[in-house]
């Protein structure tokens, strides 16, 4: 099994900047891409971006694209997400998930972490 931790969340005022970090442990051997993911009070969770593992290949939400980046680090085994010019609408538990297979469903999540933007 795959364990993932989050963590980075705060809070933050509008146009400022916070990076989050999805620590992976287990057997992570096997992946395919790791996603963020967000949901806000009383929303659907809603896809924000992914990385592939080998290519690092990002694919972003149009929302968030030019703003956030996506990054891995191999040797630690952990994604980022540089989050810049932050709006309050980007506030949300904020969650990373692992993904083993490319066809496949995302097999692993983390706890999520709280990005609260005030304005």
């Known amino acids: 099994q795959v364990q993932l931790v989050e963590s980075g969340g705060g809070l933050v005022q509008a146009g400022g900047s916070l990076r989050l970090s999805c620590a992976a442990s287990?057997?992570?051997?096997?992946?395919?891409?790791v996603g963020w993911f967000r949901q806000a009070p009383g929303k659907n969770r809603e896809f924000v971006a992914l990385?592939?593992?080998?290519?690092?290949?990002?694919l972003y939400n149009i929302s968030v694209k030019s703003r956030f980046t996506i990054s891995r680090d191999n040797a630690k085994n952990t994604v980022y997400l540089q989050m810049n010019s932050l709006k309050p609408e980007d506030t949300a538990v904020y969650y990373c998930?692992?993904?083993?297979?490319?066809?496949?469903?995302?097999?692993?999540w983390g706890q999520g972490t709280q990005v609260t933007v005030s304005s």
């Open positions: 998930a692992w993904k083993t297979k490319s066809d496949g469903e995302y097999d692993y």
């Open positions: 287990g057997r992570t051997f096997s992946n395919y891409a």
């Open positions: 990385i592939t593992w080998s290519g690092a290949s990002t």
